[in-house]
Nanobody, 114 residues
Framework: QVHLVESGGGLVQPGGSLRLSCATS????????MGWYRQAPGKQREWVAT???????DYTESVKGRFTISRDNAKNTLDLQMNNLKPEDTAVYYC????????WGQGTQVTVSS
């Protein structure tokens, strides 16, 4: 079983930046694919970004050029650097780990508002 704990959310003004982090209970080397998802109020959870064990990344179109997903192998964390944040980025952000089963963190709130 994998435990995932997100941190780094908060309130930020439009155009600002936040860095989310997801701490894993397993060595990150043992996790093939990890990703970030988000869920805005009244909406379904949506995929934001993915990174695999080889370092290949992929992003949903709305965050390309603004968000960067990365894995810190030394710290066993999955990170999401979010720049030029927009009000529509407001959501609870979840970390996901794909092994034989899928594991989710508890989420961290990101609010973009002036």
């Amino acid at each position: 079983q994998v435990h995932l704990v997100e941190s780094g959310g908060g309130l930020v003004q439009p155009g600002g930046s936040l860095r989310l982090s997801c701490a894993t209970s397993l060595s990150i080397f043992s996790i093939n694919s990890m990703g970030w998802y988000r869920q805005a109020p009244g909406k379904q959870r949506e995929w934001v970004a993915t990174i695999n064990s080889g370092g290949t990344t992929d992003y949903t179109e709305s965050v390309k050029g603004r968000f960067t997903i990365s894995r810190d192998n030394a710290k066993n964390t999955l990170d999401l650097q979010m720049n030029n944040l927009k009000p529509e980025d407001t959501a609870v952000y979840y970390c996901k780990a794909q092994l034989r089963l899928v594991y989710w963190g508890q989420g961290t709130q990101v609010t973009v508002s002036s």
